[in-house]
């Protein structure tokens, strides 16, 4: 089975910004609408973003509202997750996945680890 691959993670400063991606070899990325999730230390695994298929329709949490914007890039394969702002409670594993919803079945990345402190 194949699965989406996030990157772009990393540590940085309160109302820094970071550009996560999530990208694809042997399936298509367009062909799904994507979920971007996280989860902090004993939390549970929330939905943050999502973006449609062919219309790019976008959700996003109101904890990530404002702040973060999801876009595509077709002719790369990628989905992107861009960050501004970024909280110390922003902290915590991002997942993207073929789903928007952690109660589908989808394709799941590993994760990239954030870390906003200073």
């Known amino acids: 089975q194949v699965h989406p691959v996030e990157s772009g993670g990393g540590w940085v400063q309160p109302g820094g910004s970071l550009r996560l991606s999530c990208s694809a070899s042997?399936?298509?990325?367009?062909?799904?609408?994507i979920g971007w999730f996280r989860q902090a230390p004993g939390k549970e695994r929330e939905g943050i973003s999502c973006i449609g298929t062919a219309d790019g329709t976008n959700f996003y949490s109101s904890a990530v509202k404002g702040r973060f914007t999801v876009s595509r890039d077709n002719a790369r394969n990628t989905v992107f997750l861009q960050m501004e702002r970024l909280k110390p409670e922003d902290t915590a594993i991002y997942f993207c996945?073929?789903?928007?919803?952690?109660?589908?079945?989808?394709?799941w990345g590993q994760g990239t680890q954030v870390t906003v402190s200073s």
């Open positions: 042997g399936f298509s990325l367009d062909s799904y609408a």
């Open positions: 996945a073929t789903v928007c919803s952690v109660t589908l079945p989808g394709a």
